[in-house]
């Protein structure tokens, strides 16, 4: 990707590289019309100034609340800590039960979902969750991207994913990007 430091017109793939999330959900949220662009023909195109004016605006919103549900004591730790910040809140389930209680009943922007885990697993808890709240963002994070588990949340609803071990810089700007820095 060799963006133009000249132009204002951005394609899906520039606005990738720009923001440094993966192309798929630049796709999603443009599909959602939750980035600010415009179709060209069958194309995406965004302006620069108006994606810098989006971004800053959506800094300056209400505190966010971000629920990371993982069974692994380690990895939820690391990667609440990796989201903890100002106007962020971030709640921990250890499980998949745990993740549809708060999912359901607290005020939440974002869900952060383990696939594997004891109890009920990620593919339930997301059908929960999707039912109960459909317009709730969910980031699955799971290194099972090639099992029959995706391919049984795939059925269920929109999600973004990223795949274990995870790039923390990568994963805080999906997430930025999702509720706001």
């Not at 394609?11 to 959900?25: C, E, H, R």
């Not at 629920?67 to 100002?86: C, S």
């Amino acid at each position: 990707m060799s963006l133009d430091p000249r132009s204002d017109i951005f394609t899906v793939g520039d606005v990738a590289a720009y923001l440094k999330l993966p192309i798929s959900t630049v796709y999603r949220l443009a599909e959602r019309r939750e980035i600010p662009g415009h179709k060209v023909g069958r194309q995406w195109r965004f302006q620069r100034p108006v994606i810098d004016e989006w971004l800053r605006r959506r800094s300056e919103t209400r505190s966010k609340t971000i629920l990371v549900a993982d069974d692994d004591d380690d990895v939820r730790e690391v990667l609440a800590e990796a989201l903890e910040g100002p106007g962020r809140r971030v709640l921990k389930a250890r499980n998949g039960v745990e993740a549809v209680q708060w999912a359901t009943s607290a005020p939440v922007d974002l869900v952060v979902l383990d696939l594997v885990m004891p109890e009920m697993d990620g593919v339930e808890s997301f059908r929960r969750i999707h039912a109960a709240r459909p317009d709730l963002p969910v980031v699955i994070v799971t290194g099972h991207t090639e099992s029959d588990l995706m391919l049984k949340v795939l059925e269920i609803g929109p999600f973004t994913v990223l795949q274990k071990p995870l790039d923390l810089h990568k994963f805080r700007k999906v997430v930025d990007l999702i509720v706001g820095s």
